[in-house]
């Protein structure tokens, strides 16, 4: 069983393939948004590396947002066209969760952040429980930073078993993800200084695994696959988690 997960939703397009040992492997490419011309020689060279002909994929996965509006559409829509040529179904893959496999043995909580503009980020929190099963602490959305720092805050000082709040565990730590920390690196952290009162660690994740991956939607999407989650071509939807500018101002002006 082979499954081909595609990541398009950031600035770094990449593919990759999974098997049921879990084995993955990824080719990057190593130009900025142009995902439209170098997807489908990616896919190839990967096949090509593998030994494998297209033939060999069972599922076509990719990452389904949130993210750049325009490489949300040409992943989602290459997904299809190649499950529609292919005859095979697809997973959807949540793109902020699939960070959690970016640092798999990490006990912290994750926290990737996508700039989103009109001082908006696409984010949530998410960690791996003490089973190695995923939790969430913040759904994703699009929020401003501020809102969602609010929402981390309160999660993170609300014990499980009680509705109180309280001090969190001294040492806990929060890594942020995505492109979101550039622009906002220092608000974070005066967050940190002043809200959390350093009970909480605040860092930052390193250059190479800051950004979207195609391993990590492949891993994720061997979990979604062994639950039972794929699905038909037909029902697979990009997720943009707000409209468009365009459509936006659109709407603004016919009302």
């Not at 397009?13 to 490419?29: D, G, L, P, R, Y």
């Not at 991956?213 to 071509?233: F, P, Q």
Request: hydrophobic share 40%.
């Amino acid at each position: 069983m082979n499954i081909l997960a595609i990541e398009t939703t950031g600035a770094e397009a990449s593919v990759a393939v999974i098997n049921e040992k879990e084995e993955v492997f990824m080719e990057t490419s190593d130009e900025k948004m142009n995902h439209l011309q170098n997807l489908m020689p990616m896919v190839d060279n990967l096949l090509q590396k593998r030994g494998m002909v297209i033939d060999d994929l069972d599922y076509i996965a990719v990452s389904e947002g949130p993210g750049s509006f325009t490489g949300i559409r040409i992943g989602v829509s290459t997904a299809r066209a190649l499950a529609q040529a292919l005859s095979l179904p697809t997973i959807g893959v949540p793109t902020l969760q699939s960070f959690l496999y970016h640092v798999p043995e990490y006990r912290g909580i994750i926290c990737p952040i996508f700039d989103a503009r009109r001082n908006q980020v696409y984010g949530g929190a998410y960690r791996w429980s003490d089973t190695g099963q995923s939790e969430e602490v913040v759904p994703g959305g699009a929020y401003d930073l501020e809102e969602l720092l609010e929402k981390l805050e309160s999660q993170i000082m609300r014990p499980k078993e009680a509705k109180e709040l309280t001090t969190p565990e001294k040492g806990e730590e929060i890594t942020f993800f995505g492109d979101g920390i550039l622009p906002y690196r220092e608000q974070i952290l005066k967050w940190q200084d002043s809200s959390l009162n350093d009970n909480i660690r605040v860092s930052f994740a390193e250059d190479d695994i800051m950004l979207q991956k195609a391993s990590s939607v492949a891993r994720l999407a061997l979990v979604i696959y062994r639950d039972g989650g794929g699905k038909s071509l037909y029902d697979l939807k990009p997720v943009y988690m707000r409209k468009a500018e365009a459509e936006r101002k659109l709407e603004e002006q016919t009302k």
